[in-house]
Nanobody, 123 residues
Framework: QVQLVESGGGLVQPGGSLKLSCAAS????????MGWFRQAPGKEREFAAA???????YYADSVKGRFTISRDNAKNTVSLQMDSLKPEDTAVYYC?????????????????WGQGTQVTVSS
């Protein structure tokens, strides 16, 4: 099992930036894919971005060009740089790990989840 702790959420004005970080501990050697998901009030959880061990990335269309995912395998961390934020980006953001297997946008195929961090985009 992998334990995940997110940080970096907060309140930001539209057009602003935030950087989320996620620190992993436990069976970190098995983390093949690390991803970020989000869940807005009253909506289902949705995929935002993911990155493989080798650095291949994939983004949801809604965040492509504005968000950048990166990982540091030596430090067992994954980050999400969020720029040009919009009110519709408001959500709880979750870090997730898939232990084995390739990159996927399906949350059900991720094995471990963090507690989430709130991001609010509002003027």
């Amino acid at each position: 099992q992998v334990q995940l702790v997110e940080s970096g959420g907060g309140l930001v004005q539209p057009g602003g930036s935030l950087k989320l970080s996620c620190a992993a501990s436990g069976r970190t050697f098995s983390m093949s894919v690390m991803g970020w998901f989000r869940q807005a009030p009253g909506k289902e959880r949705e995929f935002a971005a993911a990155i493989t061990w080798s650095g291949i990335t994939y983004y949801a269309d809604s965040v492509k060009g504005r968000f950048t995912i990166s990982r540091d395998n030596a430090k067992n961390t994954v980050s999400l740089q969020m720029d040009s934020l919009k009110p519709e980006d408001t959500a709880v953001y979750y870090c997730a790990v898939r232990r084995g297997g390739g990159l996927t946008t399906r949350g059900t195929q991720y094995d471990d989840w963090g507690q989430g961090t709130q991001v609010t985009v509002s003027s």
